[in-house]
């Protein structure tokens, strides 16, 4: 057979064809890289000379599954639903090809990788590898067979928890639940692979006894099928609300797992079509490509970044021992610095409350914590043992002078080349970095509560901010798994000035008669995690007024607080810190917190205004469309101007529903001539701070979209 294949290498051993994919970086099953498996495959099925076939993947994967940029080009369902048909028919070729076809899943083995696996007649495995159907979380389900051959092999409640979560499995426990059939180490796996095939070859194994289609005993009867589904459904509409995939992946098992399979192949890749083509696929499709290309920036394309190993953390409350567990938990040596013995005690303890989870989950042992701590961890209260360290992040008050004074300390203690790294959320960057020598160094690193869990990290510039800081910084940021945004210095940078106009609308209405619980319930049905009430008390009432009077006093007129902000701020009631704030923590659940209430009746009752009922769209209208104008006006400033990554910011970093395609991927869906036209009216109705930025008021003329202008720096 040929052997001059571009992505597959191909070796004849003793009559069996070993078909190794090499398609890097995750063997990606392209149109191109499909079209190469289908003729070698082809070739050697119906070569005499071969009796058995083995495939198995180059590096640390075996396929990471379809390539999705193919996906969210398509447009048209009919050559859509020919396409999936198409590789429907090759995957039949090999479950029902007379030769055994053997997977030897040397490595990750996601979607439509482990479609081909499951179509083959044998699965062996190297040891930890991650198996799953992970399509739901790019909008989408399995579309070669995976919602029918799954439960075939591990059970329907096994396979709906895999497709409808997407969430994958090792190998040993697919072994367990019976989608792998031998774990074996990595060296061995191609000859306990190639020892399987000479079983089929003598006949010890029929091909026909294995074919996945077949398989029947792992089904259920009518009635717990139809239970089984039903409680599925119930727990997606849960947790699901919004999205379409997880759905359709049900949809997919209750109508399929017929007698007729092939039917039950039509019917999936019609609800496939169903996904691919929805905007909600082709949003979180493009969420999953941005967050890959975070932080690749044509500033720093081929500017070196310095090595990190050593990371000092300046304070350990809250902050800084969620991002010390994140660095020890990626492998960094920490040198954990505090003000008294007694902080660092705080903080030691507070570090260790961070690993509750992780080691409830079983992610990690009680006593691999403790040697973590002993190996990696160095608490101090000297500065002097910073000297060492490649990189130091301050995460103390958020007041100027004592993080000045802080650093002008620390550029005579450490090396030249040590990165300065500020945790703040608003203090200017470029005024920080003005006390020192050398203020390329210095750069904004703003994580989001709790560290250890949120996904964005902010990257502030400021003004004199080296490349090879940034680039130091972005590399960081991807080796602590985070999603690097970044952004340059200003009020609020990005993330905070945001939030500040998309929730700050809420006192303003509450002002106007509208319920404050209407307006929560508005945001979480628009799937927002949490409404303003409830973030307000989570961050502090207390926290939420400093910041609005900050941007009160940068931006002027146009972000003057509410009045009732002042009046509910003078009751010293800042939420869950001190038991009461928009709500009530002292009893067994959260109530209205009476204080506040008081405070609204007679606000409304001295100026005469009367409760005042408005849609839940109305509300969400208003709050979107301030915030889209702020971020025109935050382009505008200068702080960003790549709509990509600010959608990034606003889903990981304020629980923007993902499906929606982040603020400004809604913006360009309601309209820009509409949001404008929306602003004027409520500027005409609430004043100043609606008023349109130039550049949406020029988008809005000229036709132009955040994501059709783009900037190409």
Not at 285 to 305: H, W, Y
Request: some cysteine; overall charge neutral; hydrophobic content about 40%.
């Amino acid at each position: 057979m040929k052997t001059d294949y571009r992505m597959l290498k191909i070796e004849i051993k003793q009559e069996v064809a070993i078909l190794t994919f090499n398609n890097p970086p995750v063997n990606q099953l392209s149109k191109a890289f499909m079209s190469e498996i289908k003729n070698a495959l082809t070739e050697a099925l119906a070569e005499n000379q071969i009796q058995a076939v083995i495939l198995t993947g180059s590096g640390k994967t075996f396929t990471g599954g379809a390539d999705i940029t193919e996906i969210r080009k398509a447009n048209d369902r009919e050559p859509l639903f020919h396409q999936v048909m198409e590789n429907n028919q090759f995957l039949n070729a090999i479950e029902q090809s007379p030769k055994p076809v053997i997977a030897a899943i040397n490595g990750t083995c996601l979607g439509g990788g482990l479609e081909i696996a499951m179509a083959c007649h044998y699965r062996i495995a190297s040891p930890g590898v991650q198996i799953g159907q992970p399509e739901v979380k790019v909008g989408l389900i399995p579309g070669a067979g995976g919602t029918q051959r799954l439960p075939r092999l591990v059970g329907l409640p096994e396979a709906l928890k895999m497709i409808v979560t997407g969430e994958p499995i090792s190998s040993e426990e697919g072994l367990e639940k019976g989608c792998i059939d031998e774990v074996v180490p990595s060296e061995v796996l191609l000859d306990k692979a190639f020892q399987v095939a000479q079983r089929f070859v003598s006949r010890e194994l029929n091909p026909k006894d294995r074919m996945t289609r077949l398989r029947r005993e792992r089904l259920p009867n009518p009635l717990t099928k139809k239970m089984t589904l039903s409680y599925a459904r119930d727990e997606a509409t849960k947790k699901a609300r919004g999205y379409i995939a997880p759905f359709k992946a049900i949809e997919a098992m209750e109508k399929g797992l017929t007698d007729d399979f092939e039917a039950d192949l039509r019917m999936e890749a019609e609800l496939f079509c169903d996904c691919a083509l929805s905007e909600i696929a082709k949003n979180l499709i493009d969420i999953f490509l941005n967050t890959r290309a975070a932080g690749k920036l044509p500033r720093i394309q081929g500017v070196e970044p310095r090595k990190i190993k050593t990371v000092a953390i300046l304070g350990g409350g809250t902050m800084g021992s969620g991002i010390t567990h994140l660095l020890l938990s990626n492998g960094f040596d920490v040198v954990l610095w505090d003000i008294t013995d007694e902080a660092i005690q705080k903080a030691l303890l507070s570090i260790r409350k961070t690993f509750e989870y992780p080691i409830r989950k079983g992610k990690i042992s009680q006593s691999q914590l403790e040697e973590m701590l002993r190996d990696h961890l160095t608490p101090t209260t000297s500065l002097e043992e910073l000297s060492r360290v490649d990189l130091v992040i301050e995460a103390v008050l958020e007041d100027m002078e004592i993080k000045q004074g802080l650093w002008k300390r620390l550029q005579e203690i450490c090396r030249p080349e040590t990165v300065f790294g500020t945790n703040t959320s608003a203090l200017s960057i470029t005024e920080m970095a003005s006390v020192l020598r050398n203020p390329e160094r210095m750069i904004g690193l703003h994580f989001f509560n709790p560290a250890e869990r949120m996904q964005l990290l902010e990257i502030i510039c400021g003004k004199k901010t080296s490349d090879e800081t940034l680039s130091t910084s972005v590399s960081f940021a991807r080796a602590i798994r985070k999603v690097p945004v970044v952004v340059n210095d200003g009020p609020g940078f990005y993330v905070s000035r945001q939030l500040g106009a998309l929730m700050g609308e809420f006192t303003f209405m509450v002002g106007e008669g509208i319920d404050w619980m209407a307006i929560e319930e508005a945001v979480l049905d628009f799937g927002l995690p949490m409404g303003p009430a409830t973030l307000s008390d989570l961050t502090g009432l207390d926290i939420n007024y400093h910041v609005a009077k900050y941007f009160e006093r940068s931006f002027g007129e146009r972000w003057k607080i509410s009045p009732l902000q002042e009046l509910i701020y003078q009751t010293g009631c800042y939420g869950r810190k001190t038991g009461a704030g928009w709500f009530d923590y002292r009893g067994e659940k959260p109530t209205p917190n009476p204080k506040v209430e008081e405070v609204v009746r007679t606000y409304l009752k001295e100026r005469g205004t009367k409760p005042k009922k408005v849609s839940y769209e109305e509300i969400m209208e208003r709050m979107l469309a301030r915030a889209i104008n702020e971020a025109a006006y935050i382009m505008e400033d200068g702080i960003c101007d790549r709509p990509q990554d600010m959608d990034l910011a606003v889903v990981y970093g304020l629980g923007f529903p993902p499906y929606r395609g982040g603020i400004l991927k809604y913006g360009d869906a309601w309209g820009i001539k509409k949001i404008y036209e929306h602003l004027l009216r409520l500027e005409q109705e609430h004043g100043i701070r609606f008023k349109p930025a130039s550049l949406l008021r020029e988008m809005a003329q000229s036709g132009h979209t955040f994501y059709g202008s783009e900037s190409k720096h």
